[in-house]
Structures are given as C-alpha cells and as structure tokens.
C-alpha cells in the first residue's frame, strides 16, 4: 500500500490523495443503512489522464477499488470493502458548452444531475431524467447504474440519454467515443459496456449526453383513483389520448400517502380514503392546447369512472407542490426503522397478481411486517418496502414474487453488494457466465468493484 502510494504521490497533485483523518466518513457508505470499511485512501483525479494513471498503477498493484460518484446509490456497489482503496470522481466536475446545433452535453463523470439540468435549461433546452438525489448523484453514477426516474415514460432510462462515452480499462487504457453522432454502426458500441454495469467494466470519465427541446407547457395532475386496475386503464386511456405528451405517471398506494400526510411530509391535494393516488404530468411544445388537451382527457376519465377527485396544477407553485408531494413519500420511508427496500418491476399485465402474492409471501414469513408502495406505474417499476425485523426472509420471499410473475429484482438501482444473492432467480446461469467472462476480459486482476453485482466463479476470481 505504501508503495503503491508513493508511486501516486510523485504524479500527481497534493488533493488528489486522501489519507488518514482526511478521509471523511461519508466515503465508507452511500445512500443505504450500511456502512461500509473506512477506506485507507480516497483518490481523487482531477481528469481522465489521472484516471489512467491510477488504474495502471493499481492494475501493477493487484489493488482493489471502490469506485465512488455522489455515493446515493441504493445497492451497496460504492460502498467501500475491507482493503479497498475509494477512487471518487468528486472533482472532475467540468461541464463544457451546450452545443446547441447537435443538442448536446459533453461533461465530466463528477458532475452533478442537477448542474447538467440547470446548464441545458439556460440553453434553452432540457434533460431528460430526474431523480430525487439530483442535487448530489454524479453522471458518472448514473451511467454506471442505467438510472431511471420520474420521466423514463417519455424519455427513457439514462441508456438513451447517452450519445457517448470515455472510460477507462483496469489497465489504464482510455477509450474515447465522444463524438456524439446520433447514428454510428461503425463496429461494436462499446459505450453499452460501461452503462448498467455498475463500475465493473471500467471508469466512466466523460459522457456526452443528449437533451431535447424545452417544454413550453408543463402541468401535473394529482388523482384519486378507485384501485390498482382504474390507475392502469387511466395510464392507457391518457397515453392513447396525449400520446407523447404524457410525460410521467406515478402512483401512491394509501399507506403511503395517508403517513406523508400524518407525518406533515407535505400537504394534501386530495383527501385521504381513496383506493389508490395518481400523479401524472405533460410536457409540451403547444402552450396554447396542451392544457385543454390534459384537461379534457382527465375530464373523460372521470366520466368514465377512473377517477373520483383530480387536482391539476394552475400555476408553477401549485406544479412544484405536487412534485413535492411524490418527493415527500421517499422522505417519509426514509424517516422510518427497519425499512427493507425493493426497487423491482413486473409485467404490466401482471402488476396487480406480484403485489398481492408478494403482501402473502412476505406476511406468510413476517405476520407483523408492513408492506409501503410507490412508484413509477408508467415504467412497471414500483418500489415495493416492507417494515420489518425479518430481512433475509423478507428479501426472498419478495423476490420470489418477483421471478414468479417474471420481473426485474431490479428495476433502477442495480445489484451492486445487496442484491446479487438474487440475481440467479431472474437471469440464467449462461448469462450471469457470459456476465463473469465479460469481466475477466476487461478486468482480469478484478481491481474494479470486486463482488458487485456477481462474485466471480472460483479460476476467473482475479489473475495472481
Ligand atoms: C432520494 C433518492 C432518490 C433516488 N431516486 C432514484 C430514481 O428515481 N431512479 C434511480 O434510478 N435511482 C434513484 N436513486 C439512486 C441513485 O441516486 C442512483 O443510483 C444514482 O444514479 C447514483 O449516482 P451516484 O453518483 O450517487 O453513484 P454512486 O452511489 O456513487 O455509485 C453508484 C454505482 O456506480 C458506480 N460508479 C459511480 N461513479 C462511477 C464512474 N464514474 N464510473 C463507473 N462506475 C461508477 C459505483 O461504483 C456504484 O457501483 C435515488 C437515491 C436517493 C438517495
């Protein structure tokens, strides 16, 4: 460790290396309950040639790291493991000009969301993800974990929002594919390696990153709607009527919402005692009849009986306080002991047999556990909590559900530590090989986040 260090510390500048009392303690965790070793170094790069530097040097070290963005993460893959070193892309934060013909963002992997959000709007044009950690999540984390959000209905996941990548190899070679053509199928799109693969494959660095036009209108609508199968008609019915300018649609089951309410998370739009709440939004270019558009279509399905009370935004204040309430459900899960969460998806036409096999499976494990729902029905993905003392027992039992009726045991936030103990129930045994093989080309020595997302089988564990 030393050795390697120095070797370090003679290249590059006095910032870059944290040690001792400098390494604080928010580098041993990230957004779960957790909490990971202290790592004995923190590196800290201040650009890709740094990087390359590091994971060479590493590479010659047969030392492991821990790769850290904004560390808010939900599957334990930036939590440091004993005798890992932490690499956190903190300063490499740079955001170059919007470059307003192609519609595009070139910006470093230390980023935060919120800087890309804010700097494609004062150009006039507008990014496609949200997510409630955008104020601290890096780029360089959400192309690592394929990030979802509020929006993936209209834009897609964080997949689609990428027109190019640098990264770096465990052996410190860099690839560059920042051109940010809309159409390239000169060879393999090696960009799709390092996206969803949770820091396994290589360093994210830089990412070009495509936005599209700014919404000249923009409204939400908060519902109360009768059950389950009324929210999916009324998702149908608004989708065949607004087609692509729907552009979210969330829903809030009533425990949630009648202890965002208790708890004074946020105020009411609509009473509690409903079957299930709704929040929809449109975006859109027409101000003029984008609004009577959203209106008359939520109109038809209250008269069709799929919605019994709606609020829709008037004014930015009252857009803004809707979002707050949705914002409001995490915060008030997050308030809470013994939360176990679930960030899982189902078919659509199967959403309504996982919830209620999985409320069996987990009180058949748990009598006294209490299941909290939330989440984005427009995606399939609802995140699915459970109040309860019996994690492991709960964990399989909910994940059981989910191979049952053919889902995701992870819909957002990745495998990382937490969850690849149940990454076998829902890919095949060729695949999670296929996965392991991918790995051992890319990084032989295992140097990049060892154990996320799958252990390697026993001769592929890291060359000696
Ligand atoms: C309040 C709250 C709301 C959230 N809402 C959502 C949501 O709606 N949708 C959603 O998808 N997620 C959500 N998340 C989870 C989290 O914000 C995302 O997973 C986010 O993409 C993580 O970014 P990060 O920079 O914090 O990454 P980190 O937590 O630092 O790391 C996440 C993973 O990416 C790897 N990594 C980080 N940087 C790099 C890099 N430069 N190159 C390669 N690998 C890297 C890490 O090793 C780790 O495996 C939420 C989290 C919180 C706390």
Known sequence: MTALLSALAGRLDKGAILVGDMVGAAYSSDATDEVGAVPHAVLRPRNTADVSLILSTCNEFHQPLVLQGGRTGLAGGARPQPGELALSLERMTALEPVDTDAATITVGAGATLQSVQEAAEAAGLFFGVDIGARGSCTIGGNVATNAGGIRVLRYGMFRAQVLGLEAVLADGAVLTSLKGLPKDNSGYDLNQLFIGTEGTLGVVTRACLKLHPLPVSQANAFCAVPSLAAAQALLAALRQELGSLLSAFEVIFPVVYEGVVAGGFAAPPVPVGAGLYVLTEIQGQDEARDGDRFAAALMAACEAGLVEDVIVSQ??????????????????????????????????????????????????????????????????????????????????????????????????????????????????????????????????????????????????????
């Open 315 to 464: 004014s930015p204040r009252d857009y803004r306080g809707l979002w707050a309430l949705r914002e409001a459900c995490s915060a008030f899960i997050f308030s809470m002991d013994h939360m176990i969460g679930f960030d899982v998806s189902a078919p659509a036409h199967g959403i309504g047999a996982f919830l209620s096999d999985a409320d069996d499976r987990v009180v058949r494990v748990d009598p006294a556990a209490k299941p909290y729902v939330f989440g984005h029905l427009g995606d399939g993905n609802l995140h699915y909590m459970v109040q309860s003392h019996a994690h492991d027992a709960v964990a399989d039992a909910v994940f059981d559900a989910v191979a049952h009726c053919g889902g995701a045991v992870s819909a957002e936030h990745g495998i990382g530590l937490d969850k690849k103990r149940w990454l076998p129930l829902v890919r095949s045994p060729a695949e999670i090989a296929t996965m392991r093989r991918l790995k051992h080309v890319f990084d032989p020595k295992s140097i990049l986040n060892p154990g996320r997302v799958f252990d390697m089988a026993p001769g592929l564990a890291g060359e000696a």
